[in-house]
């Protein structure tokens, strides 16, 4: 069993901002899949089904972004659920718009909802797929950024990144994350 987690915030406010890329792959991959995100427990919202024979859990955290590993922790307990099976979807400032990068283990580097996540599980090993939302210009605060909505052009850069991360998220799906990350990076 695989867990698929993409980082946001819940609510209409948030939708489609630069912090809530994870649940943009969460929600495309739902479509893809025909898993629809109909459970609200373990302070998320979340669906399971079947991909390519191996059961697959899309999850969206609806704690806000600061306590995101409140609710993986949760479900990870609940359907026992390894470590070694999850990946977790979300935005990086420090990668370019349109721009992928698949990780194993690593530091929070200022997101909190992977410090959330390291603190919940007890460990920063754990399969990550970073999505660029490159860094604010002009003066603009970090958190005005990542609140922001995308600017139209940067949607058509950013709708082949959701595409290929859903991609890498199939290929974990029958091979270990070491050989998609080799892929995919």
């Not at 995101?68 to 470590?83: L, P, Q, T």
Request: glycine fraction near 10%; include cysteine; charge should be positive.
């Amino acid at each position: 069993m695989k867990l698929l987690v993409g980082l946001g915030n819940p609510g209409k406010e948030y939708e489609r901002t630069r912090h809530n890329i994870g649940f943009e792959v969460i929600d495309e991959l739902s479509r893809e899949w025909n898993i629809p995100l109909t459970e609200a427990k373990h302070k998320g919202l979340y669906g399971a089904g079947y991909v390519n024979g191996e059961k697959v859990i899309l999850l969206k955290p609806l704690t806000y972004m600061n306590l995101s590993g409140e609710s993986i922790r949760a479900v990870m307990d609940y359907f026992k659920i390894d470590v070694e099976d999850l990946v977790v979807l979300y935005d990086d400032l420090d990668l370019a718009v349109g721009k992928l990068r698949l990780r194993q283990k690593g530091r929070a580097g200022g997101h909190n909802g992977i410090k959330s996540i390291i603190s919940q599980l007890g460990t920063q090993q754990f399969n990550r797929i970073r999505i660029g939302i490159g860094r604010p210009q002009n003066g603009m605060s970090v958190v005005n950024y990542v609140l922001g909505r995308f600017q139209k052009e940067e949607w058509a850069e950013l709708a082949p990144v959701i595409k290929k991360s859903g991609e890498a998220c199939e290929a974990f799906l029958e091979k270990p994350f070491l050989q998609v990350m080799n892929i995919y990076n």
